[in-house]
């Protein structure tokens, strides 16, 4: 069993930057392949980037290409996203989620584990 907990959510004008954080508690987080995700009001759930096990890959949507940075550190349980140029598209609240699995995938169905939310509001 992984317990996920994000923080690092926030207010934000347009062009700004957060970093949002995901801490995990249980055993053998090194062996989870790590997602962030995100749901804006009234749309499906969509992954914003992906990093694997051990971090060697990392998968971002096409929105998220040059402006955001997912990593992740072992030793501190710890997945990390860096948000810079922040858009108010990018409105939405953002989820950390664990997949027992090598690859990070965009599917939320194969993602075993997942935090209650952060969210992320960007003013225009």
């Known amino acids: 069993q992984v317990q996920l907990e994000e923080s690092g959510g926030g207010s934000v004008q347009a062009g700004g930057s957060l970093r949002l954080s995901c801490a995990a508690s249980?055993?053998?987080?090194?062996?989870?392949?790590m997602g962030w995700f995100r749901q804006a009001a009234g749309r499906d759930r969509e992954l914003v980037a992906g990093?694997?096990?051990?971090?060697?890959?990392?998968t971002y949507a096409e929105f998220a290409q040059g402006r955001f940075t997912i990593s992740r550190a072992d030793g501190k349980n710890m997945v990390y996203l860096q948000m810079n140029s922040l858009k108010p598209e990018d409105t939405a609240l953002y989820y950390c989620?664990?997949?027992?699995?090598?690859?990070?995938?965009?599917?939320?169905?194969?993602?075993?584990?997942w935090g209650q939310g952060t969210q992320v509001t960007v003013a225009s």
């Open positions: 989620a664990a997949k027992s699995s090598y690859y990070a995938t965009r599917n939320t169905g194969e993602y075993d584990f």
């Open positions: 990093i694997s096990r051990r971090g060697a890959i990392t």
């Open positions: 249980g055993p053998n987080f090194d062996f989870f392949a």
